[in-house]
Each structure stands twice: as structure tokens, then as C-alpha cells.
């Protein structure tokens, strides 16, 4: 054989190699609901982008998913980690288990955080969703903490606050609120036999019920029963203060990532512009971080006032909040 022969036999065989490289699905785990997760990932699948999810389950989902990612970091089977919300992954990143991974998306959120750490994008709040019969005629609940108020004894439901959002939200209060308030409001909630529930669905399910007159949980539970047309309305809490407490969705690559080519461009797709506002048409999440974006129609023209936390204070917070939530309040 010629050496110009060889030589195209070498760059054909090659380029086959990069060409079966690049149909390798890339591996993502995401604790973003399944049935939304799976409209934009076959969206990004019709664009030629391959992609082999793997989820988790409803009450401890990116809990669950920072544990398998921190036991597979010598050999990890994920290529990007798509969570929806960003405590973990402050988390992730800070033991190595993810990789900075710069976007345009979410820059200037959280410090240096968003956009040239991880992309960031999609936002959910915590919020109060009201039973509208029940609640007729009755002082509006405005705060998180008047939850606490005795009116409201055996009235109020929450997530059981050690997964999830409700453990993010709870750091957070922690973390401003300071240990003696955050103690005083765990207690008041246990005198007045809240309802610990194990998810955030359940929550918005006893208020649709009429179980809870009140119930702490995502903008996205209650805007789902709200386009039901299911008895409930929702408020923004702490207008009047920092804002509502509110999480966005985060997406980086994993370290050592067997398809690094793959889990970069997976990141860029998730985190364009496109995405975010089908998320929000879909009802994954209720608010942009970019500002020319619509939010979902529930929320109304005036954007409330959101709450971002810095996530090195709520993670400084989370242990010891978790520790102080088994003590006074489970």
C-alpha cells in the first residue's frame, strides 16, 4: 500500500472513530421533574443532541443524585448533572465532583456562582398557597414566619423539611434568621402540630383538599393547580422584606466525564434561552433569569420580589439547620 493510501486510510478510520465518539449518548442525571425534564430533552433529541437520562425519586431527588455523583467520582457514569436547584450543586462543585463549567446563563446571580461556575437558569419560589374557601374572610397569611402564628394551629402543611427545596428554604432562614429566631419558629410550628408531608405535590394536594388552609411549597406545585382550576391561590410572602425565597435550576459537567466534547454542548442547549421559556411554558419553572423573558401568566405583570442567597451561607447553615429541624421540630 502507498504511503498517500495509508494515510487516507488512516484520517477515514479516524474520522469513523470521531464519528461514533460523537453518537455516544451523553449521560445525564437531573432531579428536574420527569415529565418536564423529558419535553426538553426530546426537543434537544430532534436537534441531533443524544442523551440517556437518569432520575430520582420525588421526596429526595437531588439529594439522592449528590450521593450516587459523590460515590461514583472515581469512575462516573454521569456526563453533566441538571439539578433544579443549586444547593447540591454549590455542593458538587466544592468537593470536585463537578467541574466549573462557564455560561452566559445566570451571570451575575449569586456572585460568581452562576455563569462562571455553573449555568443557571429557570427560577421557582417558595410560596403560600391558600386554600380560597377556607380562606375567605380570614387574614392573609404575608410571611414566612406567620406560619407560626397559633390562628393557623393545625392548619398549615410543609414538605418534611430535610430534602429538597424545603431544606434549601430552611437553611436559608437559618442562615438569616440566626439560630435562636430559627429555633423559636421550629417550635411554634411543632406547638401548632403542623403537617409534615413528604413532598411538595402532597402539600399543594392538602390544600386543594381543604386539609391545610396554608401550605409552604414551589410556585410550580401551585401554579399547576391553579391552571386546574382547583380552589387555591398563592402568595409571594415577604414583599415587605427580602422577597420570596427562590431556587433556580443549575446544569455543569461532571469531572472526568467520559463524554466531556458531549456534556459541554448538553450544558450550552439546556441553559439557551429557548429552554428556559419552554420551561416556563410548561410549567417547570414560573420566572426567568434573563430579564426579556415573559414569566408564566399566573404570576401576573409585576414581578414579585425574589430572594437569592449566596449558597455558601446556606450550605455554612444546612447541617447544623438539619440538626436543629430533627431536635425541635420532627
Not at 415573559?294 to 401576573?300: L, M, Y
Request: glycine share 6%; net charge positive; hydrophobic share 50%.
Amino acid at each position: 500500500m502507498s504511503a498517500l493510501r495509508r494515510c487516507a486510510a488512516a484520517l477515514a478510520a479516524l474520522l469513523l472513530a470521531s464519528l461514533a465518539e460523537a453518537s455516544e449518548p451523553a449521560v445525564l442525571y437531573t432531579s428536574a421533574d420527569q415529565e418536564h425534564a423529558e419535553v426538553i430533552l426530546q426537543a434537544l433529541q430532534r436537534q441531533g443532541l443524544a442523551v440517556r437520562a437518569v432520575f430520582d425519586a420525588e421526596a429526595s431527588k437531588a439529594v439522592g443524585l449528590e450521593r450516587r455523583l459523590t460515590a461514583e467520582r472515581g469512575r462516573p457514569v454521569a456526563d453533566v448533572f441538571w439539578n433544579s436547584e443549586f444547593l447540591r450543586t454549590w455542593r458538587l462543585l466544592r468537593a470536585g465532583v463537578l467541574q466549573a463549567t462557564p455560561a452566559s446563563a445566570g451571570a451575575g446571580v449569586a456572585g460568581d456562582f452562576c455563569g462562571r461556575q455553573v449555568a443557571c437558569f429557570g427560577v421557582r419560589s417558595r410560596v403560600l398557597a391558600l386554600h380560597r374557601p377556607s380562606m375567605e374572610g380570614q387574614p392573609r397569611p404575608t410571611s414566612v414566619a406567620d406560619l407560626a402564628d397559633p390562628r393557623w394551629a393545625r392548619r398549615v402543611a410543609i414538605a418534611r423539611p430535610l430534602f429538597g427545596t424545603t431544606s434549601t428554604h430552611f437553611a436559608a432562614l437559618h442562615a438569616a434568621w440566626g439560630e435562636a429566631r430559627f429555633v423559636e419558629f421550629l417550635q411554634a410550628l411543632k406547638r401548632n402540630q403542623v403537617m409534615i408531608l413528604p413532598g411538595n405535590g402532597d402539600v399543594r394536594d392538602a390544600v386543594v383538599a381543604g386539609k391545610a388552609w396554608i401550605g409552604l411549597t414551589d410556585t410550580d406545585d401551585v401554579v399547576g393547580a391553579l391552571r386546574r382550576g382547583q380552589p387555591v391561590d398563592m402568595v409571594f410572602p415577604d414583599q415587605s422584606a427580602d422577597g420570596a425565597f427562590s431556587v433556580y435550576m443549575t446544569a455543569a459537567v461532571v469531572s472526568h466525564a467520559a463524554h466531556p466534547a458531549e456534556a459541554a454542548r448538553l450544558v450550552r442547549a439546556l441553559s439557551a434561552e429557548a429552554v428556559e421559556r419552554r420551561l416556563i411554558e410548561i410549567g417547570a419553572v414560573q420566572m426567568p433569569l434573563r430579564a426579556a423573558l415573559p414569566g408564566a401568566p399566573e404570576i401576573g405583570a409585576q414581578r414579585p420580589r425574589l430572594w437569592f442567597v449566596d449558597p455558601a451561607r446556606i450550605e455554612a447553615s444546612l447541617d447544623r439547620s438539619i440538626r436543629l429541624i430533627r431536635e425541635h421540630l420532627l
